[in-house]
Each structure stands twice: as structure tokens, then as C-alpha cells.
């Protein structure tokens, strides 16, 4: 039976695995879990839990990025034998299903660190003159019109 009362080392547990890169969905499913609801009722309760579940949040998406490298870098269903109507192979294709299921779990990643740390893996936006320079902003200054007394 799935933990309702608060306890410290399910809370520790459970910001363990999200800091892992674990969902709290998929954390909250573990037979030692407490199911979401109480997970957040749990957050909203105690502040210690709130702290280093917040922390954990931010080191999960250090671990995403993480991941992201080990899914870009791993080739190993890219490719699939093409065989012929005798069964011998005549070459290989692309796996374009794997591929596109890596691609799906690339930009997953990715948004979710986006959003999880911004200022860290967000999209940057750099202000600079046609050259790659710093842009420099001149400002004028409109003279003001009193009317007449």
C-alpha cells in the first residue's frame, strides 16, 4: 500500500528520482510511492519537501540534457537490414520510425529543460548590428513645446 503520511525518506526518495530525470507521474506509479495527489498536497504542506523538491527540479533538467546526449549519440536502430525474397540481406535502410522516435524524445527533452531552467537552456535572444557586433541604441531626446504663458 502506497505511503500517505508525510515521511522525510519518501520525500528525500522522491526528489531523488525526479533530480534523475524521472517524472513525478512515473515516480508517483512505484509501488512505494505516494500517488500524485498526495505528493502534492505533501508540497503544499511542508516547506522543507517544497525546497528540495524545487531543487531537484532544477538538477532534473541538468539530467535531461544529459539523456540528450546519450539518445543523439546513440545510432545503434538508425539503420535495418533490407532483405531480399530469399531472406539473404541486400543492404540497409534507414529505421526512419527509430529516428523519428528520437527526434520526439530530443525536443521533449529539451522543451522540458527549457522551461525548467530558462535562463540556463532557454533560447537566447542576442541583440547585435548587422556585423555580429554589440548593438549600441542612440537615443533622442524630443525637445518639448511649453506654450506660452
Known amino acids: 500500500m502506497p505511503p500517505t503520511k508525510y515521511s522525510q525518506k519518501v520525500a528525500d526518495l522522491i526528489c531523488e ?13 512505484d509501488t512505494d510511492m505516494p500517488d500524485r ?4 498536497r505533501w508540497l503544499a504542506r511542508h516547506e ?3 525546497t528540495l523538491y524545487a531543487h531537484a527540479r532544477d538538477a532534473q533538467a541538468d539530467a535531461l540534457v544529459d539523456e540528450m546526449l546519450d539518445i543523439a549519440d546513440d545510432g545503434s536502430n538508425d539503420w535495418m ?6 531472406g539473404e540481406v ?3 535502410k534507414e529505421n526512419g520510425e527509430s529516428l523519428k522516435r528520437s527526434a520526439l524524445r530530443l525536443s521533449t527533452r529539451q522543451w522540458i529543460a527549457e ?3 530558462p535562463k540556463k537552456y532557454g533560447n537566447k535572444v542576442a541583440l547585435t548590428d548587422a ?9 533622442i531626446q ?3 513645446h511649453r506654450p506660452a504663458e
Open 17 to 29: 528520482r525526479l533530480a534523475e530525470g524521472r517524472s513525478l507521474r512515473s515516480i508517483c506509479r
Open 37 to 40: 495527489a498526495t505528493a502534492f
Open 48 to 50: 522543507e519537501f517544497a
Open 81 to 86: 537490414e533490407q532483405r531480399g525474397r530469399d
Open 90 to 92: 541486400t543492404g540497409w
Open 115 to 117: 522551461k525548467l531552467k
Open 131 to 139: 556585423d555580429g557586433g554589440p548593438l549600441t541604441v542612440n537615443v
Open 142 to 144: 524630443r525637445a518639448t
